[in-house]
């Protein structure tokens, strides 16, 4: 298991988490098994940008993202350096710590999660 520290989130983690994620599970499914119900408009099939993350530490061990998620990357609100789409990061086994942006450009949202 790899450890990734949310930092607080007003709306989806107001004290921030921290989670036990397994390797080879995307950040975003991580995320959702630990309780914190990040949007996934597209259900992660890379086809959006609302589980935008910033990754705080830990990014410099990631694989580069492709092509057609830094396209959509583009057109996240709130882009930095370290944006990454959380469906698309795998956990290995350096530990993460992430923030979740406080907007998305997600216009509805349907349910809970």
Known sequence: M???IVLPHVELCPDGSVIE???GKSV???LLA???YIEHA???SCACTTCH???REGFETLPSAEEEEEDLLDKAW???PQSRLSCQVVVGDTPLVI???RYTINMAREGKH
């Open 53 to 55: 993350v910033i990754v």
């Open 34 to 36: 630990g309780g914190v």
């Open 78 to 80: 709130g882009l930095e």
């Open 28 to 30: 975003c499914e991580s």
């Open 42 to 44: 597209c259900e992660m």
């Open 21 to 23: 994620a397994e390797r």
């Open 2 to 4: 790899t450890q990734i």
């Open 99 to 101: 923030e979740i942006p």
